[in-house]
């Protein structure tokens, strides 16, 4: 076992000792809550994790041996103390950028400043796609999540567009109604439908000139599909905005009561195109409102990634529908829309070589855990499943998608039964044996895979290594809201965990476990509904490997990565301290 000496008047670490890797194992969506109602991670049976925390547990004696003592506090993982506005949820991309170390500052937070007293988002990019509505007495499109969950967007932000348009001028207006049920009740959309409808009568008062029209609706599953294995997902909720093609519904209101027959949440309501709208025309405006960029990336670059590049990336996407595509098709049925006239919009940088206008920029980070990490020389890898592999880029400080030197990311597949699964059930949702969410259904996902990577990347690392790997399961298995899967995944975990703990102990390594945010901690809300979403619920941090060191009990998700590079260095590097917002969390 490493004999760590805690120098803290002077920060300095010994690790003449340490001679295997470093790894920070992130337990994706898992709170840690002292309440045991509708507490999966408290009703599991995980007595590895629970040894770690100081919990009574019945681990064996000669596992805790091997272990000897362990340091843990609870982290802070959102509020104003992350760079978060004040009442959000969790948010996994929130919560990777902070362990990244860079200062920081939620997008929510611009956007805000930007709309005036009266309600009114104001930014030049938007006017300039205002302009080019009313110059050509064309259509504006919104697309984005019609939701209060504050992780992927706010409906305000949109009444704020709202707003803007109507006060210009703009005379037609089309939503394209993502529906929620992930970061909101599974069945919450009617609510934000008729929120929104009151809010138009409000603005539009007796404008008689001004139509805003619900265009289509789709679940966020579909309109906001990231995993690149299922783009055709993407492409379904494409045909029925850009082109008015697919399932026809008289208004969004049928749409969702039809989906909820049918035993659906708003998660997975099927792409609709409702009363008559017939799609884009030409010169007319879009912007997307979302301000989190992994769910909205696939949609916008299917209308605006310059066709050769599109076609290769989907290509390569591992969906079989389009492993042997020549050429996609943007426009397939509308031959008289030109989408060269049509003008689009992002509201943030969802990334830098998506090339269309942006709203706001987003800032430039100078230094990161991965640039302080390749600097210092250490081999680094990121390890997730395909849900989260966005997730784990940002572990780099990324705003783009290149990698540092001495760093590799690895993405694991579902395993195969998951994936026809999965593409079943988008087709038979609903169907007699297609009732029951695949992550639910599937609560171990590509963990069993993803544990043996890792294991074999930490025998052949040194103390040079580092590990980084993102555990989906808690997070995807808590938006089913399924109580009994939650449980069976945090049991798996709590199994996986120890396994990459004590074979990085064998090597002399060190081991961090923490989480982004809360989920499967707490599956009902207050009201008594099922609860799929983020929580603001305090995370786990846990040193294993370096017995038991005081650490500070007001520590934030911010303080996990100078602490990584304190014990990576064995020192507080002042670069790292100018840099970084956060602090060591050793006392």
Excluded at 8 to 13: D, E, F, M, R
Excluded at 14 to 41: H, K, M, S, W
Excluded at 352 to 364: E, L, N, S, T
Aim: proline share 5%; hydrophobic share 35%; aromatic share 8%.
């Amino acid at each position: 076992m490493p004999t760590y000496v805690n120098l803290v008047k002077t920060l300095t670490l010994d690790i003449t000792e340490r001679q295997g890797p470093l790894v920070e194992i992130i337990l994706d969506g898992c709170g840690d809550r002292t309440e045991a109602e509708y507490n999966c991670f408290a009703f599991a049976h995980t007595p590895f994790l629970d040894y770690l925390m100081g919990k009574k547990s019945n681990l064996k004696q000669e596992i805790k041996d091997l272990i000897g003592e362990t340091s843990y506090t609870r982290l802070t993982a959102v509020g104003e103390e992350v760079g978060m506005p004040a009442g959000a949820k969790g948010s996994t991309a929130v919560g990777h950028e902070v362990l990244s170390g860079v200062p920081y500052e939620h997008p929510m937070l611009t956007i805000n400043r930007a709309i005036n007293k009266d309600g009114i988002m104001e930014n030049k990019e938007i006017d300039d796609l205002l302009n080019h509505v009313i110059e050509h007495k064309s259509a504006l499109h919104l697309l984005g999540l019609v939701s209060n969950n504050q992780e992927h967007s706010h409906i305000k932000h949109l009444y704020a567009i709202l707003k803007a348009a109507i006060t210009r001028g703009v005379e037609n207006i089309y939503i394209h109604f993502f529906s929620d049920g992930r970061g909101t009740p599974p069945h919450s959309a009617p609510r934000f439908a008729e929120d929104l409808s009151d809010r138009l009568e409000e603005m539009i008062g007796d404008k008689k000139n001004i139509n805003v029209n619900i265009a289509t609706v789709a679940g966020r599953d579909i309109s906001m599909n990231r995993s690149k294995h299922c783009w055709s997902k993407t492409e379904k909720s494409y045909r029925a905005i850009v082109e008015g093609e697919g399932p026809k519904s008289p208004t969004l209101m049928k749409s969702l009561r039809t989906a909820y027959d049918m035993g659906l949440n708003d998660q997975y309501i099927p792409p609709a195109v409702i009363g008559d709208y017939r799609g884009f025309k030409n010169y007319d405006g879009v912007i997307f409102w979302n301000f989190r960029k992994d769910r909205t990336e696939f949609m916008v670059r299917m209308l605006v990634d310059p066709l050769d590049k599109f076609t290769d990336l989907l290509r390569q996407s591992g969906d079989e529908k389009y492993s042997n595509i020549e050429r996609f098709e943007r426009v397939k049925i509308r031959q008289d829309l030109d989408l060269n006239t049509v003008k689009v919009c992002a509201l943030i940088e969802y990334y830098k070589d998506i090339p269309c206008p942006v709203a706001f920029k987003a800032p430039a980070y100078e230094w990161s855990l991965g640039k302080f990490l390749s600097h210092f020389g250490f081999k680094q890898f990121r390890l997730s499943g395909v849900d989260k592999a966005k997730a784990v880029a940002l572990l780099s400080g990324g705003k783009t998608e290149d990698l540092f030197s001495g760093e590799e990311r690895i993405t694991i597949p579902l395993p195969d039964d998951m994936r026809t699964y999965i593409k079943e059930y988008d087709e038979h949702k609903g169907e007699e044996g297609y009732k029951t969410d695949p992550y639910a259904k599937y609560p171990y996902l590509e963990l069993s895979e993803l544990t043996k990577k890792i294991i074999e990347i930490v025998s052949e690392g040194d103390n040079k290594t580092c590990v980084m790997v993102n555990m989906a399961n808690p997070d995807m298995v808590g938006h089913t809201g399924d109580v009994m899967s939650g449980i069976k995944a945090m049991e798996k975990l709590d199994v996986a965990v120890q396994r990459i703990t004590l074979n990085t102990l064998r090597k002399k390594g060190v081991v961090f476990i923490t989480a982004d945010h809360g989920n499967i901690e707490e599956m009902i809300t207050e009201d008594g509904e099922p609860s799929t979403f983020h929580t603001r619920a305090k995370v786990p941090f846990i040193i294993a490997g370096a017995g038991n060191l005081p650490l500070r009990d007001d520590g934030t998700l911010r303080d996990v990565a100078p602490t990584l590079l304190f014990f990576a260095l064995g020192y507080e590097h002042e670069q790292v301290k100018n840099a970084f917002p956060g602090r060591i969390l050793l006392k």
